[in-house]
């Protein structure tokens, strides 16, 4: 369908009174049951709108400003998706919105340093959606520490240096892209290897079939002990 601010409206709607009803941890369970499954379905659509942004912005950074006003649009849509999957969310949504209405406002490139706390906060983002897990203590006070680093910048502040938890995050996501890579050529090399076994299977007269496996097997022993 088409991405809309304001489509997914209330994801949380009636998880108060439902864990009411249910009393105790029951009610507390089926209230994270509800923002699991509501998570599960906004979070595609909000990576879909990080990325968009991620790239328009750095369009508008490197000095087009011929497409802030586009830019500002998909500052709607990410502030739309920070506001319903984040605790405190609101206020970040509002930050970034702004921080690209004003510089579409003097339809000038965004100056040097908004341009990286912009970038920053949006990297941060993207990675915290890998995580799956929104509702961690630590995920509301690192939102508000985004929205306070870019309002800074946009007083006039200097910028403030990346913090530790931004180096983890930026790691544990780049750990998990490299994983991802390893599985994915693995799967690819076993796959070679059960095609030359099923084709000697079926022709065993035919020993030269089996000649690439040991070099295959080899391939995947060391991809194993990277």
Known sequence: GTDHPGQEVGPYAGIAGGAGDGGGAKGHQAAHQQRAAANERLVPQARRRVAA?????????????????????QAVLVADSVRQLYPDGERLGHVLHGAVSSSAATGRRPAPEL??????????????????????????????????????????QPPEPIEPWMETLYREVSDRQTMGSVVQELRASLAEVEQQLDRY?????????????????????????V
């Open 53 to 73: 942004f991620k790239d328009i912005w750095a369009v508008a950074a490197d000095g087009d400003a011929a497409v802030l006003p586009a830019c500002a649009e």
């Open 115 to 156: 341009a990286m706390e912009v970038a920053t906060a949006l990297l941060c983002i993207d990675a915290s959606l890998e995580e799956l897990n929104l509702d961690r203590p630590e995920t509301s006070q690192r939102i508000s520490r985004l929205a306070d680093r870019i309002s800074g910048v946009l007083a006039g």
């Open 201 to 225: 299977s079926r022709q065993p007269d035919e020993r030269e079939l089996l000649l690439p496996v040991p070099a295959q097997l080899t391939t995947m022993r060391g991809v194993l002990s």
